[in-house]
Each structure stands twice: as C-alpha cells, then as structure tokens.
C-alpha cells in the first residue's frame, strides 16, 4: 500500500506543476544540505543586485526551486522569487558570479529567462 500511495503522491505533484515537480522533490530532499551552505554577505565587498524576468514559474514550488538555483550559484549571496510576478532578485559578487551564470543556474531547471537588469 506504501507504495501506491507513494505513486500517487508523484502523479498528483507532477499534474501540479508543469513538469518541474520531480526536480523539486529533489531540491527539496536536500534542503538541510542548502541550508548548512547558506552564502554570508561579507560587509568588504560590492555586491550587484539584479532583476531577472522568468517565465515558466506556476507555483511555490517553482519560487523555491529558481531561488535554490541561484543561492547554489558560486558567488551568489541572496536571492528571491516570486510566480506571480515572474521575477526573481539575486545578489552577487559580480567578481565571482555573473549575469550569464545566474541565467544558466535557472534555465538548467526548466524556466525561461527573458532578462536580467539592474533595478
Ligand atoms: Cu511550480
């Protein structure tokens, strides 16, 4: 029985979301990992804050897996999303990461990006 509930449980969140639902389980069974990880702003250095148009975003799920996308960028020290606006913040050392980088990190999770500006 264990197991059909299971299969259920991975049809119901796959109709839910427009196919990142798997990856999303993924992201999530590593979360304590993320966490533990967490970037530190460091007060000595010049961060750049970006704007990035998203489409593709449907739900919460979505938010958490581009922002876990962004915060797992090298040199990335805070990032947000939301769906309902299709955006997403990020900040970064710009002598680290780079506009392009945050462009990949969220594209290799399925969502599209139209642009990354400077608010
Ligand atoms: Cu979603």
Same mark, same amino acid.
């Given at each position: =029985?264990?197991?059909? $509930?299971?299969? $259920? =449980?991975v049809?119901a969140?796959?109709?839910?979301?427009?196919?990142?639902?798997?990856?999303? +389980?993924?992201? &999530?069974?590593?979360?304590?990992?993320?966490?533990?990880?967490?970037? /530190?702003?460091?007060?000595?250095?010049?961060?750049?804050? /970006?704007?990035?148009?998203?489409?593709g =975003?449907?739900?919460?799920g979505?938010?958490n897996? /581009?922002?876990?996308?962004?915060?797992?960028?090298?040199?990335?020290?805070?990032?947000?999303a939301?769906?309902?606006?299709?955006? +997403?913040?990020?900040? $970064?050392?710009?002598?680290? +990461?780079? &506009?392009?980088?945050?462009?990949?990190?969220?594209?290799?999770?399925?969502?599209?990006?139209?642009?990354?500006?400077?608010?």
């Amino acid at each position: =029985m264990k197991k059909i $509930f299971y299969a $259920f =449980m991975v049809l119901a969140s796959i109709a839910g979301c427009s196919g990142n639902a798997s990856q999303e +389980a993924a992201q &999530n069974a590593d979360s304590t990992e993320v966490a533990e990880s967490a970037p /530190v702003i460091d007060t000595t250095k010049t961060y750049t804050d /970006v704007l990035i148009k998203i489409e593709g =975003m449907t739900c919460t799920g979505c938010e958490n897996t /581009v922002v876990k996308a962004l915060k797992g960028t090298e040199g990335v020290v805070d990032a947000a999303a939301s769906y309902i606006d299709g955006v +997403a913040k990020a900040k $970064f050392d710009p002598a680290v +990461a780079s &506009n392009d980088a945050l462009k990949k990190a969220i594209e290799t999770k399925g969502y599209k990006v139209v642009s990354v500006e400077i608010p």
